[in-house]
């Protein structure tokens, strides 16, 4: 049984490396198959990665919707997939007005974080 468990960890340890590396792009915009794979083969170390198991990473954050593929065939991070780590912004900041104005000022709205409130986490959490 350790053998399939052995293999789910190393795939979900590449799909987190291969997530990170294509996000870590993401002011430059999209990134070709090519320089997503030799990025993250680099970024792995000597242990190195095949093709064939960078590509089945690909598809299972792909499947995931963590990850999606542009009309030009690059691919980009999905950021409505991604998840905020969620903080509480209102701890050590009370903003005046009711409880309408202190939600949109902490990020929220409808449940969800947009790509500016992502950003400002991301800086939070240095």
Known sequence: ???PIKKARKQRELD???FN???SFRQQGAMQWTDWYETTSARRGERGLGTTTFNDAVK???AEGQVRMDKDECYRVAY???ELETADFTAD???AGNEGSSRALSGVRNGKGD???IAVQQLLNK
């Open 93 to 95: 900041f009370h903003p």
């Open 115 to 117: 790509i500016a409130d």
């Open 80 to 82: 409505d997939a991604v």
């Open 21 to 23: 590396v294509l996000s």
């Open 16 to 18: 987190e490396l291969a």
């Open 1 to 3: 049984m350790t053998g």
């Open 60 to 62: 299972r954050l792909m």
